[in-house]
Structures are given as structure tokens and as C-alpha cells.
């Protein structure tokens, strides 16, 4: 069994501009591609978990989700850095496009597609990480037991100062960005390898 990271895509590896629906709003923060080489180089895998309901809303087909996943690949292979895989959910339950308009469990906060990804690639869910802008991203960790953690990038910031007080659960750690988020993980890892 293998232990990944699991990062949501917008607001965490990416700027938030609200739905990506062309190319050109596609932005890879700075600090993301030396972030994942060094999960990368520590052995971990790094697993992309998204929400992509512009699909089912009829913003955007589906094939631009796939090339703004190579523009994302490619621009972390400049930086050294490589996603071990990439899992979206299409879906919304009040979806324009019919074909997407479901209520499935591949939606975060359900745990569809961290389970695909365990099964998948053998991985050990109870000692991964979970890193989100959003509740919901923590939501899915602590539904499969993994550590969480709120990056304050994206909506991470806001949820934090406005809606704290409504969790049912906190995250295991907060960071500024993915950056600071990786340091904890490999701090947190090599604790309790130690």
C-alpha cells in the first residue's frame, strides 16, 4: 500500500478565477511545481481530485478539461514535477447537459474518486493527505480518513474567517499555500516514520 497527497485543482494548484471555460484562464501558481517535485521526490504519490461542474452546466465541453490537464502536466515537467494521475467529476445534479446531470458519489465532497484512485493504485487512504481551498475538499478527507489540510489560497482564506464555526470537523493543519502545506507533510511524515 502507497500513501499519496491528493490536491484539489482551482484554488489550490491554480488561481480560482471561478470556471476555467477557455485556456487562456488557466494559472499554475508560482510555488506549485517545486511543491509537488519535492512529494514527488520524497515518494509519495500526487493525485489531482477535481470538480469540473461547467461540464454538466454546458460552460465547457469536456475536452478542455483534458487540455487544461496537459497544460498543467506540462508545465509542471518544466518544473521537474509530475501528477501521478488526475480524476474529475463532470457531474451536477442540476446540470443543463442531461448526460452529466446526476447525483453521483464522484462529487466532492462524496469519496467516488478518492476511492477509484486507493483502488486503483493501491493506496492507503488512512496515512495520505487531503489538501483543499474549500471545505468540501476537507469533507471527502475525513470521510476516508485521511489527514486534511486548508490551503488560504482560492476560497481558503474566506471559508476560514466566515464559515469555521459551522465545520463539523477541523482540518489536521492550515497552510498559506501548497508550499507551506508540503513542508507539514514531509515534517508530518518523517515524525512518525522516526
Known amino acids: ?11 489550490t494548484v491554480s488561481e480560482e478565477v471561478g470556471y476555467v471555460n477557455h485556456l487562456d484562464r488557466f494559472k499554475v501558481y508560482p510555488w506549485v511545481p517545486e511543491a509537488i517535485r519535492r512529494l514527488n ?24 478539461v483534458h487540455e487544461v490537464h496537459q497544460r498543467l502536466q506540462a508545465e509542471l515537467a518544466f518544473g521537474g514535477a509530475a501528477l501521478d494521475a488526475i480524476y474529475y467529476c463532470p457531474h451536477h445534479p442540476e446540470g443543463r447537459v442531461e448526460a452529466y446531470r446526476i447525483q453521483c458519489m464522484c462529487r466532492k465532497p ?7 484512485a486507493a483502488q486503483e493504485r493501491h493506496l492507503d487512504l488512512r496515512s495520505s493527505f487531503v489538501v483543499g481551498d474549500r471545505y468540501q475538499d476537507l469533507q471527502m478527507g475525513f470521510t476516508v480518513g485521511a489527514r486534511t489540510i486548508l490551503v488560504l489560497s482560492g476560497y481558503g482564506k474566506g471559508e476560514l474567517l466566515y464559515q469555521k464555526g459551522t465545520w463539523a470537523q477541523q482540518p489536521d493543519h492550515i497552510a498559506t499555500n501548497l ?7 514531509l515534517d508530518f511524515r518523517d515524525d512518525i516514520s522516526s
Open 179 to 185: 508550499s507551506d502545506a508540503v513542508d507539514w507533510i
Open 110 to 116: 462524496g469519496t467516488g474518486l478518492i476511492e477509484k
Open 1 to 11: 500500500m502507497y500513501r499519496a497527497v491528493f490536491l484539489d485543482r482551482d484554488g
Open 41 to 64: 521526490q520524497a515518494g509519495l504519490q500526487v493525485i489531482l481530485i477535481t470538480n469540473q461542474a461547467g461540464i454538466a452546466h454546458g460552460y465547457f465541453p469536456e475536452s478542455l
